[in-house]
């Protein structure tokens, strides 16, 4: 017989531990369901200083601390890749390792990453996606950042502490990264921003990123920039596959149609965090969807019960 869980997680993020922690709280049996690494793409984040009560803290110990503390209240937590959901009563959720039933489920599934789309990216050394990962192995040596949000940013400035020259290249002639953020990337003296320019090849040597083929987009000029490493952080794409194989709407994006009581048109199955359509997506908001869904998923056991 296949275990049982009044509410199954799909996500390890901020909005999966906190709805995790909420449901325990109540007394729900829990069982969360992730098939990468916990904490989401805020654990790779070198500094966190936008969360209330924590004025600077790092986004791996942030990580730690939402795990540790649903762990502690009982939830199961396993590293599995949920294949598919069937929705009925109870709903099934299978995975890489086996199957469980559950009263409802929340979709914390969160987003991937983008990339640049360029030949060869996939396997060249060089080319990395967390500045925090591999930041140290680029230690005195040119390194480029790609995007202009504050991902980009917070990467180009923890880079700047340990590459002898980092520049940002961004598409656009403006940045979407936080004020704050652009004027102190901009007061760093071995921090260069290129707005308005895109990456139109790699160049490398030994199997190695040796440099990068760049292009002005006002003027159509094209520059080569010697670099050891290119730090991609240009955006997200939503991760709703299982959403749509339950005939959940999304939106143009691919987003989770739900509204903010995080409720979605399958009854039982509810939508929290960046994969939900909404106009702000911050780690603040991630955690609120989190215990919106899990009140919400809480509810439903209860009726049932």
């Given at each position: 017989?296949?275990?049982?869980f009044?509410?199954?997680?799909?996500g390890?993020?901020?909005?999966?531990?906190?709805?995790?922690i909420y449901?325990?709280r109540?007394?729900k049996?829990?069982?969360?369901?992730?098939?990468e690494?916990?904490?989401?793409?805020?654990?790779?984040?070198?500094?966190?200083e936008?969360?209330p009560?924590?004025?600077?803290?790092?986004?791996a110990e942030?990580?730690d601390?939402?795990?540790?503390?649903?762990?502690?209240?009982?939830?199961?937590?396993?590293l599995?890749e949920v294949l598919?959901?069937?929705?009925?009563?109870p709903k099934?959720v299978?995975t890489d390792?086996?199957?469980y039933?559950?009263g409802a489920?929340?979709?914390a599934?969160?987003?991937?990453?983008r990339?640049?789309?360029l030949?060869?990216?996939?396997g060249l050394?060089?080319?990395s996606?967390c500045?925090?990962c591999d930041?140290?192995f680029?230690?005195g040596?040119?390194a480029?950042?790609?995007?202009?949000?504050?991902?980009?940013?917070?990467?180009a400035?923890?880079?700047a502490?340990?590459?002898?020259h980092v520049?940002?290249?961004?598409?656009?002639?403006?940045f979407?990264a936080?004020?704050?953020l652009v004027?102190?990337?901009?007061e760093?003296?071995?921090?260069?921003l290129?707005?308005?320019?895109?990456v139109e090849?790699?160049?490398s040597?030994g199997?190695?990123?040796?440099?990068l083929?760049l292009?002005n987009t006002e003027?159509?000029?094209a520059?080569?920039?010697?670099?050891?490493?290119?730090?991609?952080a240009?955006?997200?794409l939503?991760?709703s596959?299982?959403?749509?194989?339950?005939g959940i709407?999304?939106?143009?994006a691919?987003?989770?149609?739900?509204?903010e009581?995080?409720?979605t048109?399958v009854?039982g199955?509810?939508a929290?965090?960046?994969?939900r359509a909404?106009?702000?997506r911050?780690l603040?908001t991630?955690?609120?969807?989190?215990?919106?869904a899990?009140?919400?998923?809480?509810?439903i056991c209860?009726?049932r019960?």
């Amino acid at each position: 017989m296949e275990p049982y869980f009044d509410i199954v997680i799909v996500g390890g993020g901020p909005a999966g531990l906190t709805a995790a922690i909420y449901a325990r709280r109540a007394g729900k049996s829990v069982l969360l369901l992730e098939k990468e690494s916990f904490g989401g793409q805020i654990a790779s984040a070198p500094k966190v200083e936008n969360f209330p009560g924590l004025p600077a803290v790092s986004g791996a110990e942030l990580a730690d601390r939402l795990y540790g503390q649903a762990e502690s209240l009982g939830a199961r937590i396993e590293l599995e890749e949920v294949l598919e959901i069937r929705d009925g009563t109870p709903k099934r959720v299978v995975t890489d390792y086996g199957a469980y039933g559950a009263g409802a489920v929340i979709l914390a599934v969160g987003m991937r990453r983008r990339t640049l789309g360029l030949p060869g990216e996939d396997g060249l050394a060089g080319i990395s996606y967390c500045a925090v990962c591999d930041g140290a192995f680029y230690a005195g040596q040119d390194a480029a950042v790609a995007g202009g949000g504050n991902t980009a940013f917070q990467d180009a400035l923890y880079l700047a502490d340990i590459c002898r020259h980092v520049t940002l290249i961004h598409r656009r002639d403006s940045f979407r990264a936080d004020p704050i953020l652009v004027a102190q990337a901009a007061e760093r003296g071995n921090l260069t921003l290129l707005p308005s320019t895109v990456v139109e090849g790699l160049e490398s040597a030994g199997g190695r990123l040796s440099g990068l083929m760049l292009r002005n987009t006002e003027t159509g000029e094209a520059s080569h920039l010697p670099v050891s490493a290119l730090f991609q952080a240009v955006g997200q794409l939503p991760e709703s596959r299982l959403a749509q194989s339950l005939g959940i709407p999304v939106d143009g994006a691919g987003f989770i149609a739900a509204g903010e009581n995080c409720a979605t048109p399958v009854p039982g199955v509810f939508a929290a965090g960046d994969i939900r359509a909404k106009g702000v997506r911050q780690l603040t908001t991630a955690c609120a969807d989190g215990a919106v869904a899990a009140l919400a998923a809480c509810r439903i056991c209860s009726q049932r019960a």
